[in-house]
């Protein structure tokens, strides 16, 4: 809404924000499978999604302390290549996983943690089920991520930024269990804040309240 206001105009009409909704079956928790890689990655493989950042940060956590990252990178094959021969050259390849789509919550089981690198978004579904799922996520600073992230938005690294990035994986994979901690809090915060329930009473609210000033103008 606020972009609206910078980059088009201010409404004409009133305006309510709603946010998406997830249903309560979403905020059951999922296990990791035994090979489980540290990272996942899940979307589109296109330069707003900040993959090849994260590869360079997973380059620059092997370069700088040892440290090998692994990761699963899910989604559509189109683009893909471009992002398995930049980890060719970064010398990461062994340690990266690439996966044809699936559904979210059976990705989010081949995985510890989530990434989400992007470097624009509106407000994606794949943070909330990521967090509702109990998964701790690692998300930069852009579009709606901080507002579902609400007061622990000063979690979220800057996009674009490789160094950034590698240090919030340092941090989550040294602390495995305050990240646990860390993800049930977020999780408890969303939770009656983005339901299906919430948005549906929210948009029929507003069908309501459009219908009556509809009337009143006609009586």
């Known amino acids: 809404a606020e972009l609206y206001r910078r980059k088009v105009q201010q409404p004409r009409c009133t305006v309510r924000v709603i ?36 590869l360079e940060a997973i380059a620059k956590l092997k370069s700088s302390s040892g440290l090998r990252v692994t990761a699963t990178l899910v989604g559509q094959p189109e683009g893909r290549d471009d992002y398995v021969r930049l980890a060719t050259r970064l010398d990461i390849g062994e340690q990266l996983t690439f996966h044809d789509p699936l559904p979210a919550r059976a990705a989010f089981a081949m995985a510890h943690a989530v990434a989400v690198p992007s470097r624009a978004e509106s407000l994606p579904y794949v943070v909330l089920e990521a967090i509702a799922a109990g998964l701790p996520i690692i998300a930069t600073n852009v579009g709606g991520i901080p507002e579902i992230f609400g007061p622990y938005s000063s979690d979220l690294v800057p996009a674009g ?20 901690k860390n993800a049930d809090v977020l999780r408890e915060w969303v939770r009656p804040r983005f339901s299906v329930t919430a948005m549906e009473r929210a948009v029929t609210a507003t069908y309501i309240d459009v219908l009556d000033r509809k009337a009143t103008r006609a009586g």
């Not at 493989?45 to 994260?54: A, P, S, V, Y």
Request: glycine letters at 6%; aromatic letters at 6%.
């Open 19 to 54: 946010p998406n909704g997830l249903r309560i079956a979403e905020f059951d928790p999922v296990a990791p499978q035994p090979d489980a890689t540290d990272l996942l990655f899940l979307g589109a493989f296109r330069e707003l999604k900040g993959i090849d950042t994260l």
């Open 161 to 180: 930024d490789p160094d950034a990035l590698a240090a919030a994986i340092r941090r989550r994979l040294a602390d495995p269990e305050r990240a646990r």
